[in-house]
């Protein structure tokens, strides 16, 4: 079983950045394919980004790529999100997900289904 606790949301104007942490709990948490969703008020829950168990594995939605950037740390249980440049239309509860057991690749890894175990969300709200 997996635990996830995000943090590091906040109030931030546009242009400005946040970065976003995902503790997760378990000694399995190298194998499991991380990913940040987040889910606007009103809208469904949207594919953010994902790493798999290598850092360089990784894969963006369109929307922040160039913007983003999701990394992990093995030795500390935790995913990052690095997010810069933001835009009022970034506002949303942010959400980590843990997929097991996944050593292949992560691009198409984006639908909520896929993935076995979520934390409780962060809010992000930028100010325009």
């Known amino acids: 079983q997996v635990q996830l606790v995000e943090s590091g949301g906040g109030l931030v104007q546009a242009g400005g950045s946040l970065r976003l942490s995902c503790a997760a709990s378990?000694?399995?948490?190298?194998?499991?394919?991380m990913a940040w969703f987040r889910q606007a008020p009103g809208k469904e829950r949207e594919f953010v980004a994902a790493i798999g168990w290598a850092a360089s594995n990784t894969f963006y939605a369109d929307s922040v790529k160039g913007r983003f950037t999701i990394s992990r740390d093995n030795a500390k249980n935790t995913v990052y999100m690095q997010m810069n440049s933001l835009k009022p239309e970034d506002t949303a509860v942010y959400y980590c997900?843990?997929?097991?057991?996944?050593?292949?690749?992560?691009?198409?890894?984006?639908?909520?289904?896929?993935?076995?175990?979520w934390g409780q969300g962060t809010q992000v709200t930028v100010s325009s």
């Open positions: 997900a843990a997929k097991g057991a996944w050593f292949g690749m992560v691009r198409g890894l984006a639908r909520t289904e896929e993935y076995d175990h």
């Open positions: 378990g000694r399995t948490f190298s194998s499991h394919a």
